[in-house]
């Protein structure tokens, strides 16, 4: 088994994936580990393989956030053609019946919206429900009180003095 290893080695050894081993490879090519370990040392397979991977997980990010704008993109166009049904149907509709266009509408600026990254509600609070807000979270689970301190509307109570000392 001292045969010279194939240039396409490290193809096979990257392409392995989760079973990806040195005695794989030598199996596959019918030489010595030893003669892929002081392969991949002398062609640095390790520092390939960890290129590789950083490059495969940049491609993967890449699709994603394409993948993510495109059904934005859909999303908008749906949107639209939604709303111009509703439209439609509002202008072709007397007043009393019009509901099923204001949906339309209602639907297609909502998923429009949802497209373009915005907001799909608006919710106004005065800064008064903010603060009861935010109280109201913080003293959510806390009900394990100290029990030596007194409550607000008890009087502290002195310590008690020793008979021996008076």
């Not at 194939?6 to 989760?18: E, H, R, W």
């Not at 609070?125 to 029990?147: I, K, L, P, Y």
């Amino acid at each position: 088994m001292n045969r010279a290893l194939s240039a396409d080695a490290v193809g096979y050894y990257l392409n392995l994936g989760p079973a990806r081993s040195y005695d794989a490879v030598a199996l596959h090519f019918k030489v010595s580990k030893r003669t892929v370990t002081s392969t991949a040392a002398r062609e640095h397979w390790q520092t390939k393989l960890k290129e590789y991977d950083r490059k495969a997980r940049e491609q993967i990010g890449e699709r994603y956030v394409q993948s993510i704008a495109e059904a934005n993109e859909r999303h908008v166009k749906l949107g639209k053609f939604l709303q111009s049904i509703g439209i439609t149907a509002i202008q072709s509709t007397p007043v009393v019946g019009a509901g099923a266009g204001l949906r339309a509408v209602k639907v297609g600026v909502e998923i429009e919206r949802l497209g373009l990254g915005e907001a799909t509600q608006r919710i106004e609070t005065s800064e008064a429900d903010a603060v009861r807000a935010a109280f109201a979270q913080c003293m959510v689970g806390n009900d394990d009180e100290d029990v030596d301190a007194p409550a607000d509307d008890e009087p502290a109570e002195a310590p008690e003095a020793d008979d021996e000392d008076a």
